[in-house]
């Protein structure tokens, strides 16, 4: 059994107050996760054409605030 499944498996196994207690902790687990993975990207210099592109629009006055 590969150790999805037996993740798999356990979680079949919480009760509904631990599948919440479960959803809760994987959701920031994952948000979290998503967020290094920005900062890598950022960091890198992946994210620089997004930012050129959003300055460009500002300057341009494309770009209204909300």
């Known amino acids: 059994m590969t150790k ?3 993740i798999e498996k356990a979680v079949t196994a919480l009760s509904p107050a631990e599948i919440k207690q479960f959803a809760d902790w994987f ?15 950022a960091e890198s210099g992946r994210l620089d ?5 959003a300055r ?11």
């Open 4 to 6: 999805l499944e037996q």
């Open 27 to 41: 959701a920031e687990f994952h948000a979290d996760l998503w967020d290094q993975q920005i900062a890598a990207d």
């Open 49 to 53: 054409q997004f930012l050129a592109e």
């Open 56 to 66: 460009a629009e500002i300057a341009s006055g494309k770009v209204r605030d909300l």
